[in-house]
């Protein structure tokens, strides 16, 4: 079936504008994540939802950014009034499950998204 | 077709074992391999990370090998810990940071250390 598709691919804005980034994730994965790359860093984590509810949010850099996932599947990161800093490639990714524990083991695989790369001018 | 392949998809392991695991990668040119470690629910943390005239590079119990020519990136666990229980995702950078460029990211290998 289909991957994680994220779109835009590629999304040139001015600074103070506000982005929208979406994520569509595999169908039936319950866990959702939101991860940002800037150049030359490692992936930094912003948050994850499980089915709709966002238990960890402490990734996020400012109040600026906010995400939200409606009907457990498609999620949206949104930034406000953007900044240059912002500029990075922002991915997602899904996995079936959230735990730990043999039974699912081998489903707590997260599936990355080719990410949005986000440019502020 | 994923352009980062890991292998196990899973693994299970006594408390004290060592244990390797494998990430093969087309992505071309290329620049650097970085391996995460990730716990349930929380964000990734770098291990390692190495350009491609880097042969290991070690973080403790960690040590990533890379084979620039066979394209092939390997992470030993040593003696291992029930902290260790985690996903483990290898993370390849294209040569060029230009508009349009991503990351190629695997889809991780789930290892769990049992007591």
């Known amino acids: 079936g289909a991957g994680v598709s994220q779109s835009p691919s590629n999304k040139v804005t001015e600074k103070g504008k506000d982005v929208e980034l979406r994520c569509d994730p595999i169908?039936?994965?319950?866990?959702l994540y939101w991860y940002r790359q800037s150049l030359g860093q490692g992936l930094e984590f912003l948050i994850y939802?499980?089915?709709?509810?966002?238990?960890?949010k402490s990734g996020l850099p400012s109040d600026r950014f906010s995400a939200e996932r409606t009907g457990g599947s498609v999620s949206t990161l949104t930034i406000q009034r953007t900044q240059q800093e912002d500029s990075a490639v922002y991915l997602c990714?899904?996995?079936?499950?959230?735990?730990?524990?043999?039974?699912?083991?081998?489903?707590?695989?997260?599936?990355f998204g080719a990410g949005t790369r986000l440019s502020v001018l | 077709k994923n352009q980062v392949e890991q292998s196990p998809q899973s693994l299970i392991i006594l408390e004290g074992k060592n244990c390797t695991l494998q990430c093969n990668y087309t992505v071309s040119p290329f620049s650097n391999l970085r391996w995460y470690k990730q716990d349930t629910g929380r964000g990734p943390v770098s291990l390692t990370i190495m350009t491609f005239s880097e042969n290991t590079k070690s973080n403790g119990r960690y040590t990533a090998t890379l084979d620039a020519d066979t394209k092939q990136s390997s992470l030993h666990i040593t003696a291992s810990q029930l902290s260790d229980s985690a996903s483990y995702i290898c993370v390849v950078s294209p040569a060029r940071w230009g508009f349009g460029n991503v990351l190629h990211c695997g889809s991780g290998t789930q290892v769990i250390v049992l007591p």
């Open positions: 990714a899904s996995s079936p499950y959230q735990g730990l524990g043999a039974v699912v083991v081998a489903k707590n695989i997260q599936y």
């Open positions: 939802f499980q089915g709709n509810s966002a238990p960890d």
């Open positions: 169908s039936g994965h319950t866990a």
